[in-house]
């Protein structure tokens, strides 16, 4: 993590204006903290509920950890920057940001995908279940998805370790992201804009077939059942998820799939901050009023709470 020309970068955030950067501070803050609070609630639960403890409830687990670290590798620092006025950030924490935001970005759409695939095995295949879904394949799928996000995003990072900063050194960003970084970067960076793009295209053309083909079947699957009920219920397990895929892929289709968003540079500071920071706190409770089991075990657990606060 070395670069001969910039020690340093200035993070010019969202927005100049006092007044504004209280309001984003204050939306921020409360964002984070009900993201937080969220995903360690649903954390919670799968431990300590044994009727939390399947394969769906594993992946969601997994999920709501890959949600907290994705926003707090970019929040708290956004956060700092607006309480204290330093936006300074050295080379080395930029480069650690992009690193941890990217692994977990990327590693979310392969998780998404396989929580696709469990949906599938769980309506397609019910008597199965157990068996294909066992806890030693969970945890190799698991594995998977974190391998797959490092192998994505080594190439491009590797590629941008060598950039060369001689003009600027201000990111027009709250934080350090790869088309801001290659905007002001002096060095030739077609390349590299290629690589990110293809392992962005890759990423998400590999995850959705997967997503798609998988509903595709569900949906099949779910017409032919004898009853509206079974149909009804078999759609609400499902729709959590098909809520949380379509805003997901949505927001990251736009910006990397949309030539105008590199360049609006405003437009892919809110989208990124709409990833960041609306995602990880819409997802937990997306998922738990969605979900009777999960809101029962929360139920639950304020009721043990407080029987034992009384005594």
């Not at 309506?123 to 391998?147: D, E, F, G, Q």
Request: net charge positive; charged share 15%; with cysteine.
């Amino acid at each position: 993590m070395r670069n001969g020309t910039v020690t340093t970068f200035i993070l010019l955030g969202l927005t100049d204006d006092p007044h504004l950067q209280v309001l984003i501070f204050i939306f921020l803050f409360l964002t984070y903290m009900l993201s937080i609070t969220g995903n360690l609630t649903i954390i919670t639960l799968t431990f300590v509920d044994a009727r939390l403890k399947t394969p769906m409830y594993f992946f969601l687990k997994n999920f709501s950890f890959l949600e907290i670290s994705f926003t707090s590798a970019c929040i708290p620092r956004y956060l700092y920057n607006i309480a204290t006025g330093d936006k300074v950030i050295t080379y080395n924490d930029c480069v650690i940001q992009v690193f941890f935001t990217d692994l977990c970005g990327v590693t979310e759409f392969f998780l998404l995908a396989t929580m696709s695939y469990d949906r599938y095995v769980a309506i397609c295949k019910p008597l199965h279940y157990v068996t294909i879904m066992s806890s030693k394949v969970c945890r190799i799928l698991i594995i998977c998805c974190w391998t797959a996000g490092l192998c994505i995003i080594i190439p491009p990072l590797s590629l941008g370790l060598n950039l060369k900063f001689c003009d600027s050194n201000m990111i027009e960003h709250f934080g350090c992201d790869a088309f801001p970084l290659v905007k002001i970067s002096c060095s030739d960076t077609w390349f590299m804009e290629q690589t990110v793009v293809i392992c962005a295209v890759l990423t998400l053309n590999m995850t959705l077939i997967c997503v798609v083909l998988s509903y595709a079947y569900i949906i099949k699957t779910i017409l032919r059942f004898p009853s509206v009920q079974q149909r009804k219920k078999a759609f609400s397990t499902c729709s959590s998820h098909m809520i949380v895929v379509s805003i997901t892929y949505g927001t990251c289709i736009f910006i990397y799939m949309n030539p105008t968003a590199k360049e609006e540079v405003t437009v892919n500071k809110v989208v990124s901050l709409l990833i960041s920071s609306i995602s990880p706190t819409l997802n937990p409770f997306i998922y738990t009023l969605r979900n009777n089991q999960a809101k029962k075990a929360f139920k639950e657990s304020i009721k043990r709470i407080a029987l034992l606060s009384t005594k």
